[in-house]
């Protein structure tokens, strides 16, 4: 049985890993480079990489105690690529099928595509055809306006014409090989889950699909696994400020018997 993924999720803005709050508060907490180490090292199954910087500013100004200054997210992905040792999903700012093959060829296994899917679903089925559905990823970023769920593009700050089960059906027809399901409502807060957006995600398509927003405590890890069938579980804020977080996690998730792999420590 294919095992589940315990996946930290780094948001890069401007050449620094932040927390975010409702997509709308950013705070700096650190090196890019720094954060995968750990992530690494604490043995997590996959890194979701997400560029939302609104400009393409990404030098920290810092030439002291050898930092790297990076002229582009594509630098950014490459210098981790050479110590990454687990699977990386790159996005943002994908608007063609060259940005994909960038990605691609820097170090990137998969892809993960926002916005430019939902102004042309025929992008997803473009690029699942070129290079395979199974690294493409559609970031489906929602919110609950008048208990509907609809789907939010450019960074959450725009609401779409799609609800998300009529947009969960284009994208899967349209050769997405996974959907990466994030909860703008939850974001940040810490509050659990929503396990009812997750279960109408999930009973709706046919594609694994990877849950993220509202991570604040281990037991809603817990109470992800065992309420619902999601091929991962995803948390930004949560991996960042909990020390030997994955770790953790996967060793709880592990100890009752959920269906994750074994936890160990990688020495990097």
Not at 83 to 110: Q, R, W
Not at 122 to 129: G, Q, V, Y
């Amino acid at each position: 049985m294919k095992k589940r993924r315990l996946i930290p999720v780094l948001l890069i803005k401007n050449g620094m890993v932040v927390q975010s709050r409702n997509f709308k508060e950013f705070q700096k907490i650190g090196m890019v480079k720094t954060s995968v180490k750990r992530c690494s090292e604490w043995g997590s199954d996959e890194l979701i990489l997400l560029d939302i910087s609104r400009e393409n500013k990404y030098d920290l100004n810092r030439d002291d105690l050898n930092f790297v200054n990076n002229n582009s997210f594509i630098d950014i992905v490459l210098d981790i690529s050479k110590s990454c040792f687990m699977p990386i999903t790159v996005g943002g700012k994908i608007y063609s099928l060259k940005d994909i093959e960038n990605y691609l060829v820097s170090g990137a296994d998969k892809v993960a595509i926002n916005t430019s899917a939902v102004l042309d679903p025929k992008f997803l089925d473009l690029a699942s055809k070129k290079f395979g559905s199974q690294c493409i990823v559609n970031s489906v970023d929602v919110k609950l306006i008048n208990n509907k769920y609809i789907v939010c593009i450019n960074n959450g700050s725009e609401v779409s014409s799609y609800e998300l089960k009529e947009w969960l059906k284009i994208s899967e027809q349209n050769g997405t090989g996974e959907i990466f399901i994030n909860s703008i409502d939850n974001d940040g807060r810490g509050n659990g889950f929503d396990l009812e957006l997750i279960n109408l995600v999930e009973s709706n398509i046919n594609i694994p699909v990877v849950c993220c927003g509202g991570a604040g405590k281990f037991e809603h890890f817990l109470e992800v696994a065992e309420k619902t069938n999601v091929d991962g579980i995803a948390a930004a804020n949560f991996f960042q400020h909990v020390d030997q977080s994955v770790f953790l996690t996967k060793k709880i998730l592990y100890e009752k018997n959920f269906n994750f792999r074994e936890p160990r420590f990688l020495k990097i």
